[in-house]
């Protein structure tokens, strides 16, 4: 049995709290929020209690945090000065600077750190990852990843997200690694403000497109836009010399209705909350079971990293409209 | 190069006659029709030529029944008389024992006779023939066929057309016989009025289920309605040991829309013009290869008369509610 | 929150078992079955607790039953004499006299009691269902119901299991009435031994199709079949005056394969533990809710009833081959 | 009656020379191919008879071009100086320059010309365009254009086709601007040779993908490769402020096996004469109902030169790895 204390009790933190204290491998030692109500409110609901900053790096084996992502680099060297072992929402901080600083302080300290890129835990793309390694399609060549938000976040949180590539195509970049397999070499970033004026003014974009080129030839091409009016579009399309592999989105039925306009199947799922469900579970259980076998996980902190040098690349290359070799 | 006359010029004489006219291996003699302006107009758009009903029987090497129903059987006669060979558009008629009586003739002759069931040829419901031939889903278990039309004929139609069973189901019926490869042994109808209540009052019926069994025990259903409103809905679903082959709807493009109702791709075919333009091409091509190379083409005059039967008990069947032991 | 003891540690009870120690709404208060190891390991697995028979009936709120079918009339009146709500598998009883009997003894107790028919609470089921109901398709008029398991259960289970329309069809039976909305009049059966002829040593079918008909027209056709080698096939198509409304399968991922061979998805998921998953839990949510708020749930103990006398009609038409007149 | 002389019997040759052979509204003039058994043949084919090259420019209204991609642009001037209307297939000339002269040529006879970019009349990806037009998805946004060859000609042929972007990526260039409604004004290109190290050895590359952006923020991305196990791939997907519309690949039938493989339906159809057989029909009942009508048709010569200068800039992207600012 792991002990777990939880730092957060906003959305995520709330995802988290409940699959640690509904795994069986698990238990939850405790919940911290600044935001006293928060914090009791989700203790009440997975039968935890509420504990302060300092009691959740000293109460429990390991340390899952859901709090801003200001505080994530602070708390993980925090955590791994502990002892604990370290799971982590991505990312570890908007400064690569600071992202290495920290997990040369984890690797210092000899801890476990795992960063939440929940989508390489999804059914859809395991599977297609899973099959892909299995050489269903030999190898892979080219690489396809839509990524679309139903619809854009405040403006105010856009002030402080680090902007579209840290924020959310930082997602499709880790998963664009995860299915290549290898490190890309050249990135090229094209993006426009198409939604909302509003984010353009707060220093951001709203829809973006990114190649990447691996040094042995592979081509991936990501597509992001912060609005879909079908639901959250997440889809996988991976092209080998063997034939083709593609994971798609999921519907909450699968109720069809045809009359003269046709045939109507049902939007994908609302957002990420619906989609990941099961991918939140299965991550955590691959953290837990790490932690518990003494392997390191992947995610790692590693991983964190070189997906926000990516997303560093792909915001300085949709500001000057050039293509940028990656060492 | 066979030469052919064509006999009606409506709806089916149209398309029959337009298909002979651009088939390489066939040249069409003449249309005759008791109504000269659609004769001329149709000799026109074929570059073809008027020609009286007797020339008909005697000017070409193979005549084409495309008039009324209540024809067919003598055209049939006359034609096989004069040593002709026939195509004739289904059904041969709508009493079973005159059927016989053509067939007779047909038979004495020693002429050829093809019957238009039109759906043995389509691409979809073809290749799944020749894959369950091929042994793909094993043995035969289910078949399920779903059979509806976009909007019902005018009463004035149904009146003289022998009824739903004789004059739409007939078509599945033999597509049953084809498909299933074994006579169905029992049947049983069961029938409404659904669509328009005038349907009833002409002594019709405009929604219908038939069961049928072989004796070897493979089950059939075929299910017909006089409404669709997503288009022509024309499927088959053979099910058997080793797997399942469903043919399905065409739709005029690929075309699909997504938004906040779903994902919308477009309806079936509107009607079997349009789904069967091929078909009806195909069934042509098999009748003048048949007869230039001396071999007896199928649908033959028996398959006409097997499926008749079969529409005569399922019109008996849905009026007495009672299951037909067939011989 | 209501407390339940559960009767029967097989691979139902198991299912219920855990889906109450699970519910927030509910205590699972303890479990008995005859085979103490079964009891002991499922106490084990939902930390609760094993208990006599006799305490079953006495130590909750709530029983429920999925213990053997030979039982369950017996426990349901025991249970209801105690005054206990109760949830009891399908079917009640083989003989549709001790169903009324047992119906009576609950009704005479004014106790309440639902019948475990779990597909009414499918998602894609239900969701077609509402959209009826919305009268997204205008009035019913066709109903076509495809259930096929993936393999047959061992010939010493069908040999007590009351033949394939009893144990298997009234499944469909009961998802029939539920959705026509409207009680069949007329029903016709056909059937055969296809999958293994040791079944039809057993005195049993493997392969089977029943036609319904109800007092307004609706009609509506079901095929089962003991064998489909891409998973459990679970379908509904509702065909109606504006649409059409279709219900599929399900599938582990979206993964899709593409090569020479074609464009390749998954089968559908293997069978009902998986495919009925989230349905065994919105069935006891039902119940559990019904219950707390005073209120009769259905499925009722009529509603298994009726798809038992259909189910033994259909038995009585596929044997004799008439079809049969439902008062 | 628009009278069409075809220069060019080969492989395109023939495919335009039936289907003004079988066009109501044209008539073949003659066939002029330097392969004097090919243009025999092609005028046997279609009932016409072969003509010399310098009949092709003085017998006809029209003159239709199908020769190698090295005579194009002579070709239209003796044409256009001679007053005859133009159809030529894509390219124009290999040379951004050679094309300019070559259309101020036939501004200066001020002659019709007509530019064979087939997949505009394709009726999938037109009805898009129809629909996108319509307001179907709001304002465009994302579009992403998948095109990928079932595999790759001869080396002999790359070598002279003047690259992967300017022989096969210019359809998808044309296709996006006709779809964008707009012109790009940053492109960049990263490709490699995946397929068949022969084709990198003769100067070329065989997996590419290409990234525009217009002057009002839409995106596009163009992905293409010289294999693909499935069949000829050929895809696009436009994403708007409303929707998302898709136009996918046909099939040969709509015929689907299952078994405990999955499902699986057929494979795209092979190559562009199954593709866009209807689309060449289409194409040409342009051209001519333009010239009836005294109308401009497009794909005009602009637009030709436009999908040239976009596919020269590629191929440099490509090479240089640099992002390109089109004026």
């Known amino acids: 049995m792991l002990s777990i204390a939880v730092i957060g009790a906003g959305r995520i933190g709330r995802i988290h709290a409940r699959n640690v204290a509904e795994h069986p491998g698990a238990t939850l030692a405790g919940i911290t ?28 084996d390991a340390v899952l945090i859901g709090s801003p992502t200001t505080t994530h680099a602070d708390y993980i060297e925090r955590a791994a000065k502990a002892g604990k072992a370290v799971f982590c929402e991505k990312p570890i901080d908007l400064s690569a600077a600071r992202v290495r600083e920290c ?34 399609i030999g190898s892979l060549e080219l690489l396809v990843i839509t990524s ?34 290898e490190e890309p070499v050249e990135l090229y970033a094209a993006a426009s403000v198409l939604v909302d004026p509003a984010i353009g003014e707060a220093g951001d974009v709203d829809t ?10 592979k081509l991936c091409q990501i597509n992001n836009s912060r609005r879909a009016t079908y639901g959250y579009d997440q889809r996988v399309e991976a092209h080998g010399s063997k034939g083709q592999l593609r994971a798609g989105n999921q519907t909450a039925t699968t109720v069809e209705l045809a009359n003269a306009g046709g045939f109507t199947s ?7 909350l619906e989609r990941y469900a099961a991918a939140y579970k299965a ?33 300085e290359s949709a500001k000057t409209g050039k293509a940028i070799r990656l060492v």
């Not at 935001?35 to 109460?59: C, M, N, Q, R, W």
């Not at 049902?266 to 990420?272: M, Y």
């Not at 790692?300 to 070189?306: E, F, M, Q, V």
Request: proline share 7%; hydrophobic share 45%.
């Open 283 to 315: 991550e955590l259980n691959t953290f837990i079971e790490a932690v518990a076998a003494g392997r390191a996980p992947t995610p790692s902190g590693d991983d964190g990293l070189k997906a926000l040098v990516l997303a560093d690349a792909a915001t």
């Open 148 to 181: 679309r938000d139903p619809g854009p976040p405040p403006v105010s949180y856009i002030q402080t997200s680090g902007g579209l590539f840290r924020d959310m195509m930082i997602h499709d970049l880790d998963l664009a690694r995860f299915i290549l397999g």
């Open 103 to 136: 997990l040369a302080t984890v690797a210092a300290a000899g801890t476990t750190l795992m960063v939440g890129f929940n989508r390489r835990f999804d059914a859809n793309f395991g599977h297609l990852k899973a099959r892909l390694d299995a050489g269903d």
């Open 208 to 217: 973006a497109m990114v190649t990447l080129k691996t040094a042995s030839g």
């Open 266 to 272: 049902e939007p994908a799922l609302p957002f990420f």
């Open 33 to 60: 929020d600044p935001h006293a109500p928060s914090a009791e409110a989700l203790a009440a609901a997975t039968g935890s209690k509420v504990i302060s900053l300092d009691e959740a790096f000293s109460i429990a």
